[in-house]
């Protein structure tokens, strides 16, 4: 109120505030419409009636009460920028109303800007500013900047102390002293369990797991065994690799008892059902990961139900709905971690569909683009499904048998070719699994990883997700601690993931590339991906094959040797930081970020000499295309010694069926076919099986899917 104002002003205000404390909202009307007639310039009033109005409605007209505010605010002629006095501090409150408008919206980023410039102006011991306060370290969490969240944690910590020694005194309300203090205390109680579990969430994000076992300790002292402490305890158990006791813990916390989403906004059986999930994922049980994530959706999909929010019309969204509620669905964080959880379980069509569900709301996500991207890669590799699954290797090279006797001939498997068109007839901008399509997502990939140096935090976008994957330091100090690419709904990317990002949508683009039979393009991805300053041995010996296959494609034989030089193969180790393995959004502080020994079923070149040794086949080939016929032979009996007579490829046994009828040895050829065996002084032990092709480097469930696609040199040599 204005220091003008008249006693009855301010009685009619206490009774208006007294009404609308008791949850009389007419009689608090009442009291507003006589105010207004007293003081007609005051646009507090107005804001107040707006505020009771709204909570007669059930607090289901946000939309409008975001524009009555929005209205105020243009009648004060203040921009939020423009706050920088005490001056402005009595339009604090129409401030803050917006920062949780823009909060419940899921605005994040405008929230913040409005909190940040509300935190420099309050009065420290108010209520107010630790509501403030709290409303910041909230945001600070959703969108990943766990190390803001603590220093503002400190601070009111500090003012908390502070406070309780001067026993409330900041509170002007003419209480006695006595229940005013009672009061206090109460309230520093209550903000002190509540500091704790923001910490833990915090430190969950940072992945500092000795400064969250304290903290765990105060949350179960100061909570119990209430639902969100058991969560916590959950997710930090997770953390560390106890899976079998973050399950137990889980199951321990009664759900049943929670008050729900309309009154919460929090739907905890979705929450329940979803962490499960995430945990059996760690655990490398993907089965009954996605189980538990098709229950967390359908909890979700109940949850809408309920409340009304069938529709996605913007018309509609925000009335009819308790603003806490309008937080609730989790629809497409719970569809983000089925993609990711059928990609590994070698499911790419039904990933895609989940995924491009997923990327309507989180396109901004290059992570997201680049899994999408091997969904269409693995929907696409074609024979190699079979090839992996041991059919007799002759297949391989033997189609049939035709005539019989002195006309009997041998009919040789053909090899897969380039340039298929796989969606012939139609745009490549649909979105289906297609290679044409994949090329599209990986191309949005690299356009959304900067360049050279990374946004400042305060510059990300918006995140739904209250946990996540900070740095592994526990501290996150330094200039890097502070820089991250968002990547909603997982974890923002530190500097060094998004380079192993970089390189892994470079190999993808590579193949992708070759699939389609854009040599050039191809080769231009593999110069940038060998280009590229931290790049792991398995993406070095990829990028080699890759610029090879695209040179001989271009008849840059010369080239393509070079690359193929065994010696560039001197390390085929992943080399990459754990954060570049897959994580799921989860509302619940759970993200699955222990690999857990899981293995992807992949055979990818496990050593040196047996990628030296596939380096030494495709030599042979290039050479064979020069006309080189004992160079070619040479590097193939040397790769033949270096590996597995099973390992050996049926291409490679082709190459020295052509080098011997080169030779005009008719007979030594036909018995390779016959033995399936390279060289007949190789003692055959069984029955090789079929060359089974590289995978992709494992942290990727499907980065380059068939780091061989079958060489263009192996074709032609075939079609002389």
Known sequence: MAESSADQEKEMASNAHEAFTAGKYDECMMHLESLQELNKEDYKILMNKAI????????????????????????????????DGLDDVENSILYYNQAIIHYHMRQYSEAIVIGEKLYQFLEPFEKFAQAVCFLLVDLYLLTFQPEKALHLLAVLEKLTVQGNNKNGKGENTGRDNASQKAEFTAMVEAAKSKMHQYKVRAYIQMKSLKACKREIKSVMNTAGNSAPSLFLKSNFEYLRGNYRKA??????????????????GECVRCMFWNNLGCIHFAMGKHNLGIFYFKKALQENDHTCAQLGDGSNGQSKKFTGIPMCALLANKRHELLYNCGIQLLHLGRPLAAFECLMEAVQVY??????????????IAAN??????????????KGIVQSIVGQGYHRKIVLASQPTQNTIYSEGQSAAIPVASMEFAAICLRNALLLLPETTLPDAREQQPSLDSSGEGSDAASGKGQEGDKFLPAAPSSPLRKQEVENLRCSILACSAYVALALGDNLMALSHSEKLLHQPKLSGSLKFLGHLYAAEALISMDRISDAIAHLNPDNVTDVSLGVSPSEQDQGADKGDLEPVETSGKQTPLCYPSTV???????????????????????????????ASMVNTK?????????????????GNTQLALQIIKRNQLLPSLKSTSSPDLHKKPPPPPYQPSAPLQPIQVPSSFTQVQRK
């Open 52 to 83: 009771a109005e709204f909570y007669k409605s059930g607090q289901t007209t946000t939309g409008t009460l975001k524009q009555t505010l929005m209205t105020l605010k243009s009648q004060v002629h203040t921009a939020v920028e423009d706050i």
């Open 247 to 264: 399950i137990k813990l889980l199951n321990s916390s009664n759900i049943a008892e929670h008050p729900g989403p309309l009154k919460t």
């Open 363 to 376: 396109h901004a996500n290059p992570r997201l683009w680049l899994r999408l991207a091997e969904c269409c």
């Open 381 to 394: 590799k074609g024979s190699s499904e079979q090839e992996n699954k041991g059919l007799p290797s002759k």
């Open 609 to 639: 000499n047996s990628a030296r040794a596939m380096m030494l086949f495709n030599l042979g080939s290039a050479y064979c295309l020069r006309s080189e016929y004992e160079k070619a032979r040479k590097c193939l009996h040397q790769a």
């Open 647 to 663: 390992e050996i490829p049926p291409e490679a046994i082709l190459l020295g069926v052509y080098l011997e009828l080169q030779n």
